[in-house]
């Protein structure tokens, strides 16, 4: 297996799976600037960083101070397994629509099983992130408990399984699974599933992190996931392999580790014997459908062409989740964590009164300031031109007004807005109990958020289209320069506010509201112009 041809494959896919690290490439989401794509993956690595200190710590102080090291270790395999998978599932299922590379490599004379684990070990070798968490574990467990040499000896031997293992059944399931099912057929349905089960689940860990007496639930979650009688210590049952080598004598650590390297040798075998029958068979059937397929063309009245636009665009909105996924986990996080943490938002509304009506201006301005923060995930909806993929091409053919072709585009992302605000009222009605005018107060704040966002992407979108993106999810990741405006926007909130108080101050809340409503306006005209003259003057860089 180890021959020139793997050799080769895998330094190539080893190469495309770090590009953001080398200079002078470019990749999507990422600064073109080194310097400042460098940083950004440094903050990155900063977050993981601190995620992965708190688990290790939190387990640490379970486990170790107890004098449980099997505990520790395998509590520990068990959330670097969850993390690798976290990590990797959707490349792994994402791989098999990209039939392009594939339909050139099997005209050579390459083995199907060359071909898969050279990809297989290109993205586990280059999954730094997941390296970051192991040496977290290790550090702690030093830290804690000192210094031991079999330990240092065994947390390095056994790396290599640990790491490899759980990503490995998940590729071979999901090989299977492409090559002998038609899940392919109903692969919307199930993405839906998947994002409404993700969804779910980050409003419920939310939900118990930031309510009062949530310890106990926590506890009995861990009992499930994590501790060391859980069910899935068994499924994955690596971990408890691994455990037992750092929690035994030498002679022990030896029989352990040769059972782990036993079944990670089989594993490898299996893959390689099942890789070299179905892996290119697993791709025949499987073609990501393109977004320059053939589409009707655009009547030649301005309100049908604004229509169809509009229509075309709202379509490619909700034929995913992806796209609606990051705003909507936003909004279950922003109003867990300011309604149900310290701050106490909603249990502070319900006591309002509001026979003052200058609460319901209020509401609008906080109902803004709530959705503009929320923004900073809109970047996927409001990547309109990006989102046609390949398909712009043709829809640069039309005779299009640029006035028509931002106001189609900027009704679609605003109908979808829509919704998503009403939802989110009626949810914050209710946990609340306001009237009707609190709420459509809020609506009016919401909208005006959403309208402002919108035309901000949709202008963003403009100076950066990319149109030659592989994954829907791709969009979703942003760029450097959506954090700078994100930045910058926080900023000028920051210095109106400061000036609608000092307004206030001195007048009354009625001037002060009136002075943010113009300037709102005022910025929301200001970017629907810049987006005009964007779409008049082209987009060179497609």
């Known amino acids: 297996m180890l021959n020139k041809r793997f050799r080769q494959l895998f330094i190539k896919n080893f190469r ?21 794509r460098i940083l950004l993956i440094l903050v990155i690595y900063g977050f993981y960083l601190g995620v992965g200190f708190s688990i290790f710590m939190f ?16 509590s520990s395999s068990l959330v670097i397994s969850f993390f690798a998978l976290i990590l990797s599932i959707n490349d792994l299922i994402t791989d098999y629509s990209r039939s392009k590379e594939i339909t050139i490599l099997r005209t050579m004379p390459i083995k199907e099983s060359e071909i898969y684990l050279s990809k297989f070990f290109a993205k586990i070798l280059s999954s730094f992130e997941v390296f970051l968490f192991y040496i977290l574990m290790g550090i702690v467990y030093f830290y804690i408990d000192g210094f031991k040499a079999i330990r240092l000896i065994g947390y390095v031997i056994n790396f290599l399984p640990m790491i490899v293992i759980p990503i490995l059944l998940m590729s071979l399931i999901i090989m299977i699974i492409m090559r002998f099912s038609n899940i392919r057929s109903y692969s919307n349905i199930f993405k839906f599933i998947g994002y409404g089960i993700s969804l779910l689940l980050i409003g419920f860990v939310y939900f118990y992190a930031f309510r009062s007496n949530s310890g106990d639930a926590f506890s009995k979650i861990g009992k499930i996931f994590i501790s060391s009688d859980s069910i899935l210590s068994y499924l994955f049952i690596h971990t408890r392999i691994y455990a037992k080598s750092l929690n035994a004598s030498f002679i022990s650590f030896i029989g352990y580790s040769l059972v782990l390297y036993l079944y990670f040798a089989i594993l490898i075998f299996i893959s390689e014997k099942i890789s070299s029958k179905i892996y290119l068979d697993s791709f025949s059937e499987l073609r990501q459908k393109k977004r320059d397929k053939k589409q009707g063309l655009v009547k030649s009245s301005q309100n049908s062409k604004i229509i169809a636009i509009c229509r075309k665009d709202f379509k490619s909105l909700i034929s995913t989740p992806v796209y609606v996924y990051p705003v909507l986990s936003s909004m279950i996080i922003f109003t867990i964590f300011w309604g149900f943490g310290a701050s106490g938002f909603l249990d502070m509304i319900k006591t309002l009164d509001f026979s003052n009506k200058d609460l319901y201006l209020i509401f609008i301005i906080g109902g803004f300031v709530f959705r503009y923060f929320i923004s900073a995930n809109d ?23 640029p006035r028509d072709n931002v106001l189609g585009r900027l009704i679609s992302i605003n109908l979808l807005n829509t919704i998503l605000n009403i939802g989110l009222c009626i949810i914050l009605s209710l946990l609340t109990k306001v009237d009707f005018l609190a709420s459509l107060s809020l609506f009016i704040g919401f909208t005006l958020a959403s309208l402002l966002s919108s035309m901000q992407g949709i202008l963003m979108d403009s100076k950066s289209v990319n149109i030659h993106w592989e994954r829907e999810k791709d969009l979703t990741r942003g760029s ?21 108080f000092l307004i206030y101050n001195l007048t009354n809340i009625y001037v002060a509201f009136l002075f943010i409503f113009i300037l709102i306006i005022l910025v929301i005209k200001f970017l629907y112009m810049a987006c005009i003259r964007s779409y008049r003057n082209g987009f060179y860089d497609v």
């Open 379 to 401: 970047v996927a909806i409001n990547s309109s031109l990006s989102r046609e993929g390949e398909g712009l091409y043709q829809t640069l053919t039309y005779p299009i007004a």
């Open 480 to 500: 450097s320069a959506n954090i700078g405006y994100y930045l910058a926007s926080g900023i000028i909130l920051l210095i109106v506010g400061v000036f609608s």
């Open 16 to 36: 495309e799976e770090n590009l953001k690290y080398l200079p002078n490439t470019k990749v999507y989401g990422y600064p073109n600037d080194y310097v400042l």
């Open 59 to 74: 387990l640490a102080f379970v486990y170790l101070k107890n004098g449980d090291e099997f505990s520790y270790f395998m």
